[in-house]
């Protein structure tokens, strides 16, 4: 197994980063109108939110590479901007759109990214071969950039974020545009990464990302945050633990029936969701009508998602 | 609006116009463009040298053949010191423009290495040395030609080895600024024809600048371009610069001034 936690100098239990209260506009526009979270030693913390939220926004400002008009950030116990250069000795990125060199191999990108952090070249090559096997690139180490797949191409991005044997790892939106055996395998690596210990803030607007990774999140939304917690909290505290989603010729006409029979119904272009503590009455309504189609589970956090930040789209 | 974001924002805008912080970390930076020329070495020394060399040659030997002297010399030693400044200006020109810009702009290696611990002018001054290291070798590869052909015999032509580098580092350093402006390729095209290539005919490059009328002659020795073939040409034909001292200012001050712009214009581009 390979194991990138090679040192461990702060004791458990302590934030690795705290953000307080950060304002930042551009413009007329304010990005963040008051941010504020922490995220514990080896947690997976994620933020949550709609395009425009302010995620990306927040990590630049975390990294130091923008300056807040007002609040705090504590990196790994510096003082961000003040000490961000120092503080980035020790943290890995991915970022969400992909910057690998795409004139170096495959071990000379993460040969070259090693040296910024000031690693000595015998020192980045012996860790090379282990680093390549984690990201599932192993014999790849000679092949040109443009020969990689798309996910393997974000799985190189993940092992260059760990060429520094990072603390915490800033993921922007890591498995956008992967398709599914890709992005599974990114969450196998996050997960194997959290269990050694490393600290994950992740950036991502896929609900079942959220919800597999993070031991916590924040929903985002207009620069703040409007809902924390662990995903079961979430949906504990914000939805009806039952989802009946009816589609089909005739469900909008349906739709009024079920206003009686579920607290809470919404109704999407042709789909209708009823969200209810017991499901039964909109399943009995729903047997009688064979042209109805429908499926019924459990509430998700796409749910609490789309009742805190609404259904209109985003641009 | 709280009280404290009206404080702090006059020292944000303060901090784009703080000194440049200069520090080894640019190093890295630079070893990563090296290694990528590396790979391309040759044919990138070949392409650098042959445009400037047929323009030597061609000129010199063919337009020379029917010119008496021009500023006491035969055409090709006169234009051999204009060739191996003006070679050197279009190396780190072209460098610090299109090279520049695509690793910024378009390959985002700027964003790669700003997530390190390395910052943006760790960066910028990496570019500044690597498009001036680039163009010194295309300013040292003219020089062996012209020592090859026997056009400069003096020991005193060693020194334009010294002067090549502050040739480099004075127009990387305003290419740089120029790229912090740049939407797109398309602007540096104007910079090449509406700057550099009219410096070129100003600046002695191709003909003495006293043939210039007197008002021309008055902006040839504003610009840069001129200090560097003013410093050059006499080293070339084994005679100690007039004006040295007052031309290394001059190569100095475009650099310095061209650097300084470069970074406040990147922070403002790239750190909001």
Not at chain 1, 99 to 122: H, I, M
Not at chain 1, 212 to 220: K, V
Not at chain 2, 171 to 197: K, Q
Request: with cysteine.
């Amino acid at each position: 197994m390979n194991d990138f936690s090679l040192t461990s100098t702060q004791p458990a239990n302590v934030n690795v980063l705290t953000v307080t209260d950060l304002h930042k506009s551009y413009g007329e526009q304010e990005v963040l109108r008051g941010m504020s979270f922490s995220v514990a030693r080896g947690e997976c913390f994620g933020l949550l939110g709609p395009n425009g939220a302010g995620k990306t926004t927040t990590l630049r400002l975390c990294l130091g590479l923008v300056t807040a008009e007002a609040g705090n950030v504590d990196l790994l116990g510096m003082p961000v901007p003040a000490d961000a250069r120092r503080a980035r000795l020790r943290v890995g990125v991915v970022p969400q759109m992909d910057n690998l060199d795409p004139d170096f191999t495959v071990a000379e990108n993460l040969l070259v990214y090693g040296r910024y952090f000031g690693l000595a070249d015998a020192g980045i090559r012996a860790r090379i071969p282990d680093l390549l096997e984690f990201a599932g690139l192993a014999g790849r180490a000679e092949s040109r950039i443009q020969t990689l797949s798309g996910g393997m191409k974000r799985r190189l991005t993940l092992a260059r974020s760990l060429v520094n044997d990072p603390d915490l790892i800033f993921m922007d939106e890591p498995t956008t545009g992967l398709d599914p055996q890709a992005r599974h395998l990114i969450w196998e690596r996050l997960k194997t990464l959290v269990a050694q210990g490393k600290t994950i803030l992740l950036n991502t607007h896929f609900m079942d990302e959220a919800e597999r990774l993070c031991a916590r999140l924040a929903i985002l939304d207009h620069g703040r945050i409007i809902a924390l917690g662990s995903p079961r909290e979430l949906i504990a505290r914000h939805i009806e633990p039952e989802v009946v989603e009816a589609y089909g010729e005739g469900t909008l006409a349906w739709a009024a029936t079920a206003r009686a029979l579920a607290p809470r119904v919404e109704v999407t272009g042709e789909t209708v969701f009823c969200y209810t503590a017991d499901a039964g009455r909109v399943l009995a309504s729903l047997e009688g009508r064979p042209a109805l189609r429908y499926l019924h589970r459990a509430a998700n956090l796409e749910d609490v998602f789309l009742k805190l930040t609404g259904r209109e789209l985003r641009d | 609006m709280s009280n404290a974001d009206e404080a702090l924002r006059p020292m944000r805008a303060a901090s784009d116009y703080a000194p440049p912080r200069l520090s080894l970390r640019f190093v890295p930076v630079w070893r990563r463009n090296f290694l990528v020329w590396k790979k391309l070495a040759i044919p990138s020394i070949l392409g650098n040298l042959a445009d400037p060399m047929i323009y030597m040659l061609g000129l010199g030997y063919g337009l020379g053949a029917l010119l008496p002297e021009v500023g006491g010399v035969s055409y090709i030693v006169f234009l051999a010191a204009g060739t191996v400044c003006f070679s050197t200006t279009n190396s780190a020109t072209f460098e610090s423009l299109y090279s520049a810009f695509s690793r910024m702009h378009v390959q985002r290696t700027w964003d790669a290495i700003m997530n390190a611990p390395v910052d943006l002018d760790d960066v910028v001054l990496a570019e500044l040395m690597w498009a001036a290291s680039k163009s010194f070798l295309s300013g040292l590869a003219i020089l062996a030609v012209v020592w090859a052909l026997g056009l400069s015999t003096s020991p005193l032509s060693l020194l334009a080895i010294g002067v090549v580098p502050l040739v480099g580092l004075c127009f990387a350093a305003i290419g740089l600024a120029i790229t912090a402006m740049a939407a797109g390729y398309d602007f540096f095209m104007y910079y090449f024809t509406l700057v550099i290539t009219p410096m070129a005919m100003l600046c002695g490059v191709f003909f003495p600048i006293e043939q210039l009328p007197a008002a021309f002659q008055a902006i040839a020795w504003v610009l840069p371009l001129s200090h560097a073939t003013s410093l050059v040409r006499p080293l070339l034909l084994g005679e100690i610069p007039a004006n040295i001292v007052s031309d290394v200012l001059v190569l100095l001050a475009y650099a310095a001034a061209g650097f300084y712009t470069a970074v406040v214009l990147f922070r403002r581009r790239l750190l909001k």
